[in-house]
């Protein structure tokens, strides 16, 4: 009985916990700084902070995606700068990998001119180390994103998200359509297949545990 | 045959060195043996008599590692089907492997991505350059892409590659060749079909990476007979492996294969090692040097093991006997990698084929106290005096568990950074019970202490190979081989902590616990799913 009670309870944990993750939003691109992702350099000054000017941080944005590239990513830290005014700040932990997606939280209006600077690792890490590149597109230094003092190759593509209004439920028959294409069998009964794998991997272990563990 | 030896086979003769289980487990061990009689009672014996003793073997295995060899292919068919083709790590190496051995019957010959202009045409139709790597980007979808990929890949289109397979040209060619056959099944179809198929044959793999670590826990801890199931069905349930075993990756054989070596070693420790078993191990370890490269971080504890058990042996089996046993099981063992070596000495090839390549034309630098330095920070905290390799970062922490945790597709796909946090507390609790239950039975430790020894030194020597390979490109890039995938081969470790954990909670309590972990195995993989369905659908 009291296997049986111990395992409703967790199921139906699950089974809560789901329902709320699914009836959030998922975080939507509110916008980018437009640069188009063609080709990554490294960050060479350890210890520095690398700053990208006139860029617009839309209202409501939630978190700030970098195109960095790490197979272990340092700390980053980031700063968003209306003047000498900070209006966004966030701090992504360590051991990250490819694009590091860094809260904020949410801005109340939008910003423009910004400029967005970002740190990695907490002070005296040699950055070198990660091997952590940025990518973008190469441009004239005048207008390059900066790090420690010097233009580096060119501007990071930065992207701006935010939530979205329409939960994961609302959204189900899309994602669903999705999950229905690019693959051998396509069609959404696949999704139907999965869900059938699933209720059976569920049914299967919860008859197994019950018969052994009473 | 009575009932009672196709429930539990009795150990064979000459039962060399074999260990009597305290009278507890042998309890315990009678009691699941009596249930498993009772709900196998109405199955029949009668047939041919080899028929009958194969299938008295199969009948051995009890009904419950059955079920989690059942679960863990499922699963990993599940994740076969959400995972987008390609997006497996590597997996269009692996497939580039494949397509070589199955249209030109001959290994790769260069670590080039030299790909079939049908593998060519699938990546670029399904968007994988744009993909991988770049979470921000989905999958396809689009009905008229969807027309475009179906209509294009339909046509006519080379199979045959430049002999090229990237990362994977490396590896030694067993599991490449058993995937030859579902790329055959789906000859006349498309390169996804063929894939899906390829899939389908990695998630068998997963069952007998679930079956061989129930049957590894029982021979291992055999006194609380529920816990086998705990531990074994944690394990089917892992995302990770699922994830691996969904996709096409030698790694999914690798895990099955630890485990049947995990498995074989604790069987010898506690029945005695008989000559056959000698051969199964040596077996074991011959087709797993012929699955994966990372097998080889599993030999010094196996052949330690081994000859521990073989001096054993020789007491009561008398010498020759137990040492020409060993000799036929490393003879097993070797015979492979010999037989490489020779066709590439005599060819005048480098020794180790395209693996001496990689080796020679990696960055050979520091001493080795660097490299010692560097192994060990890779998976445990600093020692004073040595160089810091991995600044502001605690690799334990922020690279394996995380990871362990939580990373799919292309190292891409990763949960918000609270999850990591919390899941520190179920970990630690895990780890707090399974303390508890070692403690409590410290008395038992001690009498078995070699065989711990042997295990942990298996276990030491994957994390070994991962860090040496690791140390290979550093510093230029810190934090190569950094997926878990590479600690998986010991799978047989985890099952048992679990199980350990379970039994720590006490009698009255310990089957619930026993039941929370397996449900929060269950809620893991559940949205580690979600996760990968936000990642390439959302």
Redesign the interface.
């Known amino acids: 009985m009291r296997i049986k009670a111990a395992l409703a309870a967790g199921l139906a944990l699950t089974a809560i916990a789901l329902a709320i993750l699914l009836s959030h939003s998922p975080p939507t691109l509110a916008g980018t700084n437009g640069v188009p992702n063609e080709t990554g350099w490294p960050i060479t000054h350890a210890g520095a902070s690398v700053c990208q000017a006139n860029e617009v941080l839309p209202r409501g944005t939630t978190a700030i995606r970098l195109l960095l590239g790490s197979l272990v990513g340092p700390q980053v830290s980031v700063q968003a700068f209306s003047g000498t005014q900070v209006i966004a700040h966030g701090t992504l932990s360590p051991g990250w990998v490819g694009n590091a997606t860094v809260s904020v939280a949410p801005v109340p209006r939008s910003g423009t001119p910004v400029k967005i600077c970002f740190k990695l690792g907490p002070p005296g890490t040699n950055v070198e180390s990660f091997r952590t590149e940025i990518f973008g597109e190469h441009t004239r230094p005048a207008i390059a994103a900066v790090n420690g003092g010097e233009a580096t190759p060119g501007r990071a593509r930065i992207e701006y998200l935010r939530a979205g209004n329409k939960s994961w439920w609302s959204l189900a028959s899309t994602v669903a359509r999705h999950m229905g294409l690019g693959h051998a069998w396509s069609g959404t009964w696949i999704v139907l297949l999965m869900l059938a794998l699933m209720g059976a991997v569920g049914v299967l272990s919860s008859w197994l545990i019950t018969r052994e563990l009473q | 045959m009575s009932r009672r030896s196709t429930t539990r086979a009795p150990a064979k003769k000459p039962t060399v060195g074999a260990r009597s289980l305290n009278r507890k487990a042998q309890a315990a061990q009678r009691l699941a043996a009596r249930r498993e009689q009772a709900r196998g009672r109405a199955r029949s014996t009668v047939g041919n008599p080899r028929r009958t003793r194969r299938l008295g073997a199969l009948r051995r295995i009890p009904t419950?590692a059955r079920?989690?060899f059942?679960?863990a292919c499922?699963?990993a068919?599940?994740w076969s089907?959400?995972t987008?083709?390609f997006q497996g790590p590597d997996e269009s190496d692996h497939f580039a492997y494949v397509q070589q051995l199955a249209e030109n019957t001959r290994l790769p010959t260069s670590s080039q991505q030299g790909y079939s202009l049908e593998e060519i045409v699938a990546l670029e139709e399904?968007h994988y350059f744009q993909i991988r790597?770049?979470?921000?980007n989905?999958?396809?979808?689009?009905?008229a892409?969807?027309q475009k990929?179906?209509h294009d890949l339909s046509t006519h289109i080379s199979r045959q590659g430049k002999g090229g397979a990237g990362l994977a040209a490396s590896e030694p060619p067993l599991y490449y060749a058993l995937q030859t056959i579902p790329y055959g099944v789906g000859s006349g179809?498309?390169i996804?079909?063929r894939?899906?198929l390829m899939r389908l044959l990695s998630a068998l793999m997963a069952g007998f990476t679930a079956l061989f670590i129930f049957l590894f826990i029982r021979e291992a801890l055999p006194g609380v007979?529920?816990a086998w199931?705990?531990g074994a069905?944690g394990v089917?349930?892992a995302p990770g492996l699922s994830f691996i075993s969904g996709s096409v990756n030698p790694d999914s054989m690798l895990y099955a294969l630890s485990a049947a070596v995990f498995y074989c070693l604790a069987r010898a420790f506690h029945r005695g090692l008989t000559r056959r078993l000698t051969i199964a191990i040596g077996a074991v370890m011959a087709i797993g040097f012929l699955t994966k490269l990372n097998f080889i971080g599993l030999a010094p504890g196996i052949v330690l093991g081994m000859l521990i058990l073989t001096r054993r042996a020789a007491r009561t089996a008398g010498r020759g006997y137990a040492y020409r046993s060993l000799a036929l099981g490393l003879a097993v063992a070797g015979t492979p990698l010999a037989v490489y070596f020779l066709i590439n000495v005599l060819s005048n090839h480098p020794s180790l084929g395209l693996v001496s390549e990689s080796v020679h034309t990696s960055t050979r630098h520091g001493s080795l106290w660097g490299e010692i330095g560097f192994i060990w920070q890779y998976f445990l905290p600093r020692l004073p005096g040595m160089h810091t390799?991995?600044?502001?970062?605690f690799?334990l922490?922020?690279?394996w568990f995380?990871?362990l945790v939580g990373?799919y597709g292309w190292?891409?796909t990763?949960f918000?950074?609270w999850v990591?946090e919390i899941a520190l507390i179920p970990a630690a609790a895990i780890a707090i019970l399974c303390a508890r239950t070692l403690l409590a039975s410290r008395m038992a430790l001690r009498s078995r202490a070699i065989e711990l020894v042997v295990y942990a030194l298996m276990g030491t020597g994957v994390l070994v190979i991962v860090g040496a390979s690791a140390y290979l490109s550093f510093?230029?890039?810190?934090?190569?081989y950094?997926e878990s995938r590479y600690l998986l081969p010991m799978l047989a470790l985890w099952g048992a902590v679990l199980a350990l954990a379970a039994r720590g909670a006490g009698r009255r309590w310990g089957?619930?616990v026993?039941?929370?972990i397996?449900?929060?195995i269950?809620?893991h993989?559940?949205?580690s799913?979600?996760l990968v369905?936000?990642r390439?659908?959302?």
């Open positions: 419950a079920v989690c059942v679960v499922l699963n068919v599940l089907l959400l987008p083709p399904l790597q770049e979470p921000q989905h999958t396809i979808f689009s009905q892409e969807q990929l179906q179809a498309t996804l079909d894939l899906a007979p529920w199931t705990v069905l089917a349930l390799d991995f600044p502001g970062i690799p922490h922020q690279v995380d990871r990373q190292a891409d990763q918000p950074n990591y510093p230029l890039l810190a934090g190569a950094s089957p619930v026993g039941v929370s397996v449900v929060l269950f809620a993989d559940l949205f799913q979600l369905v936000s390439y659908y959302g």
